[in-house]
């Protein structure tokens, strides 16, 4: 299975990069080929609404031309997508929700053009946080559910830690074999 991590944290060595290593370790121990894109740094304008998109049959079509097209790449080569992400004020930073807001291109729906370039890959959530874990990353599963359906994907669910003494939240005996049973359950 081929699996690609979209690690929007803007700190790239911080709570989502630290819970990821296990998870990654994981999934290269059962064989899976990992591909691992931090998107802080990345250029992602935001989605301009403007359709041209919808009208190129069989491609991807944004008019943007920016980091985004080697992230549709990527995704168009994954059978999962894992969206490690923090969640601030309910939902992901701006770095992975201009990804998210980007994926018309992917479908299809609203112009000329037919189809769906990613329907039936599979989707999930690796998420750090405050608050409770309902609280903190129940908006953002619930839209990530729905753009699931919307595009034909298999949400897969989420595994999520809460920080309550940062880095070393992440690192607990518990974090780390929980990381590694989602990547397992993943991969079943």
Same mark, same amino acid.
């Given at each position: 299975?081929? @699996? !690609?991590?979209?690690?929007?944290?803007?700190?790239? $060595?911080?709570?989502?990069?630290?819970?990821?290593?296990?998870? @990654?370790?994981?999934?290269?121990?059962?064989?899976?080929?990992?591909? #691992?894109?931090?998107?802080?740094?990345?250029?992602?304008?935001?989605?301009?609404?403007? #359709?041209?998109?919808?009208?190129?049959?069989?491609?991807?079509?944004?008019?943007?031309?920016?980091?985004?097209?080697?992230? @549709?790449?990527?995704?168009?080569?994954?059978?999962?997508? /894992?969206?490690?992400?923090?969640?601030?004020?309910?939902?992901?930073?701006?770095?992975?929700?201009? /990804?998210?807001?980007? $994926?018309?291109?992917?479908?299809?729906?609203?112009?000329?053009?037919?189809?769906?370039?990613?329907?039936?890959?599979?989707?999930?959530?690796?998420?750090?946080?405050?608050?409770?874990?309902?609280?903190? /990353?129940?908006?953002?599963?619930?839209? @990530?559910?729905?753009?699931?359906?919307?595009?034909? !994907?298999?949400?897969?669910?989420?595994?999520?830690?809460?920080?309550?003494?940062d880095l070393d939240s992440f690192r607990t005996?518990?974090?780390?074999?929980?990381?590694?049973?989602?990547?397992?359950?993943?991969?079943?």
């Amino acid at each position: 299975m081929n @699996v !690609l991590i979209l690690m929007g944290s803007p700190r790239l $060595h911080g709570n989502t990069a630290e819970l990821c290593r296990p998870f @990654v370790q994981q999934l290269r121990d059962l064989g899976a080929g990992v591909e #691992y894109i931090p998107l802080a740094g990345k250029k992602i304008g935001p989605c301009r609404g403007c #359709y041209a998109c919808q009208n190129v049959e069989g491609a991807y079509g944004c008019v943007q031309q920016d980091d985004m097209q080697e992230i @549709v790449r990527a995704i168009l080569r994954a059978d999962l997508l /894992v969206l490690a992400t923090p969640i601030y004020a309910w939902y992901c930073p701006s770095e992975m929700k201009a /990804v998210l807001d980007r $994926h018309y291109g992917l479908n299809k729906y609203y112009g000329t053009a037919r189809g769906s370039l990613w329907s039936g890959k599979q989707v999930a959530i690796l998420a750090t946080h405050g608050y409770g874990q309902e609280d903190a /990353v129940g908006p953002f599963a619930t839209g @990530v559910r729905r753009l699931c359906e919307h595009s034909e !994907l298999q949400y897969r669910g989420l595994y999520s830690v809460q920080d309550t003494d940062d880095l070393d939240s992440f690192r607990t005996p518990e974090a780390v074999s929980g990381a590694r049973e989602f990547a397992r359950q993943l991969l079943l």
